[in-house]
């Protein structure tokens, strides 16, 4: 039997959650593929989805309370519509907690997206 592709197994999470979480994972998910079509989905720690482009753009955990989206270098970011709102205090990361019915603002989210994957574009080329 064939193991599942990560797509697959994201879309089993989202499935899996079956509430608001779920929702709000695939629309955010859904808006990670809008501003990044290459995109590569991940599965990775036992059950986390990742999207990369050279390198990690960000995480998409979900807990009781909160789905969190982790930009691994979100710090270096910059962040003008003020989306970041949680791990604000490292020198790297910076995350994005979604409450039950937070409405987020999908053009800032989409240039998030994009200026990470310009970060690790611009590592790689050194």
Known sequence: MDEPTPSQLIDQRIAELGDWRGAVLAHMRALIHQALPDVVEMWKWRGVPVWERDGILCTGESYKAVV????????????????????????????????????????AFKALILAAAALNGAKKKR
Do not use: H, M, Q, Y
Not at 70 to 76: E, L
Not at 85 to 105: H, M, T, W
């Open 68 to 107: 969190k989206l982790t930009f691994a270098k979100g710090a270096s970011l910059p962040d003008p519509a003020s989306l970041f709102n949680a791990s604000l205090d490292g020198n790297v990361r910076r995350a994005i907690d979604l409450l039950e019915g937070a409405a987020v603002d999908e053009e």
